[in-house]
């Protein structure tokens, strides 16, 4: 079908990440022409796969883990394209645990740590019984969880061990410190995870065979949208009749309805005009306070089968994923309170060395995903009080614009599955514009 006259296409997707290519080839299976516009010079967003630093052995630089099992979305592409699991080149079975400045023998809590513990996580798995993780949190009543991790965890009178312990664990899962973040995104994404906080820790470990580019691949191929890259979009007008969409370089596109799925802290960075609703600019205005860093190092002299884990390190985590050679390629991530630079080779080495004393770092890799003009920042992860006041309203179109990214998703905020729920969402909202254009054909 051809778009309206005057336009470029029906919906203009900005983005070529997951959200947006789902949305894309929905919009394609419903028949209507789409232009998708990505201001990289590669598809994916916040994913990235490609080879290690010198070496043949492919990395995801971003977003990485499924978990079809707790993953409904994920789950639906995978059947339709046919997709497996990989193999795991590498399984860690066990943990390297270093607290208060050296390596534990042995799990880090004991005695009393262990029934603090216990209450603490009956407490957490309890909380998250009363999340519906189909439905937006402001439409439940769950404000008294929307209040920080520290303020929920200390809610309980627990040691300064056990608090470090269960903070952690949340830090990994958000790259924000435990004052910053909310407990109702760490409590939501346990909901999806079947209510199960270990499942949300330890089970969300398979990745794609093929990695995030073979999915990102069957996505094009199916929905076969119109696709620019180098097409960093800077303004987004709405008139009466269009929406006209305009680049850095002043290449100018219009269509009936848009679908902006820019990172949330990327909002900012775009003129739309009308301005966005109240919801929206305030989410956009406040961000999210996701500062996780990845890197990926080769390393000599670090067993194969461990993991180290510890609050209070440059390296939060650490855990080897492939062999290569003679050597050993680990990913280790770093969340505030410390943040490593992680593209610093000779200070990813001394924070591997934390966990294996005679670790020899031979190269690292990273993206720096804070400083790239694209995400600035990793995942979302809500502040206090920010998903039970926009939560439903910054999912809602703004006219003719409507708006996805895993960021904005109700069950798995911030991942893949996300993604492709928010997207599809976006597709629908945009397919019920574009129907009206059409005097409902």
């Known amino acids: 079908m051809t778009s309206a006259p005057g336009t470029s296409a029906d919906v203009v997707v900005i983005g070529a990440g997951f959200a947006g290519l789902a949305a894309a080839r929905d919009l394609r299976d419903a028949g209507r022409s789409v232009l998708v516009l990505e201001g990289r010079d590669r598809l994916g967003g ?17 977003g990485t883990w499924v978990a079809p099992q707790y993953q409904p979305w994920v789950a639906e592409e995978m059947r339709r394209y046919g997709l497996r699991l990989a193999e795991h080149a590498l399984m860690p079975s066990r943990f390297v645990w270093r607290f208060d400045g050296a390596i534990t023998p ?64 949340g830090s990994l899962g958000s790259g924000a410190a435990s004052d910053e973040w909310s407990a109702l995104t760490a409590l939501s994404l346990i909901a999806a995870s079947d209510r199960s906080a270990y499942a949300w820790f330890a089970a969300v470990v398979d990745k794609l065979e093929g990695g995030t580019q073979s999915l990102l691949d069957a996505l094009v191929e199916d929905g076969d949208p119109v696709l620019e890259t180098s097409a960093r979009v800077t303004h987004v007008r709405q008139d009466e009749g269009a929406v006209t969409v305009t680049c850095e370089d002043g290449r100018t596109y219009s269509a009936g309805a848009a679908i902006v799925t820019a990172p949330v802290n990327v909002w900012r960075d775009i003129a739309f005009d009308p301005p966005l609703s109240d919801a929206k600019a305030a989410l956009a205005r406040d961000g999210h306070p996701n500062r996780m860093g990845k890197v990926w190092a080769l390393v000599e002299g670090v067993p194969e089968d461990a993991m180290g884990f510890g609050p209070g390190n440059d390296l939060l985590f650490v855990a080897p994923q492939y062999r290569v050679g003679d050597a050993v390629l ?10 490593l630079d992680v593209t610093d080779g000779a200070a990813v080495g001394e924070a591997v060395r934390a966990y294996f004393p005679g670790a020899r770092v031979a190269a690292v890799d990273a993206h720096d995903w804070v400083a790239d003009p694209f995400a600035r920042g990793g995942w979302l992860t809500y502040r206090p009080g920010q998903a039970t006041r926009l939560m439903s309203a910054v999912q809602e179109p703004d006219t003719r614009v409507c708006f996805a990214g895993a960021d904005i998703a109700n069950g798995w905020i911030g991942w893949i599955d996300g993604a492709l729920e928010s997207g599809r969402r976006a597709a629908g ?13």
Do not use: K
């Open 46 to 62: 916040r994913t990235w796969r490609r080879p290690f630093a010198s070496t043949n052995q492919p990395i995801e630089m971003g």
């Open 106 to 169: 042995g799990f880090p809590l004991s005695g009393q740590e262990l029934y603090e513990l216990e209450r603490a996580l009956y407490r957490i798995i309890e909380a998250a019984h009363r999340i519906d993780v189909e439905r937006p949190r402001d439409l439940q009543a769950l404000a008294d969880l929307d209040v920080s991790v520290e303020q929920f965890l200390r809610a309980e009178p627990m040691s300064r061990r056990t608090y470090e312990f269960l903070s952690a664990f």
């Open 330 to 339: 680990i990913v280790g991530f770093s969340s505030p309170p410390c943040l």
């Open 429 to 441: 909202q945009a397919l019920s514009i574009a129907n009206q254009n059409h005097g409902g054909s």
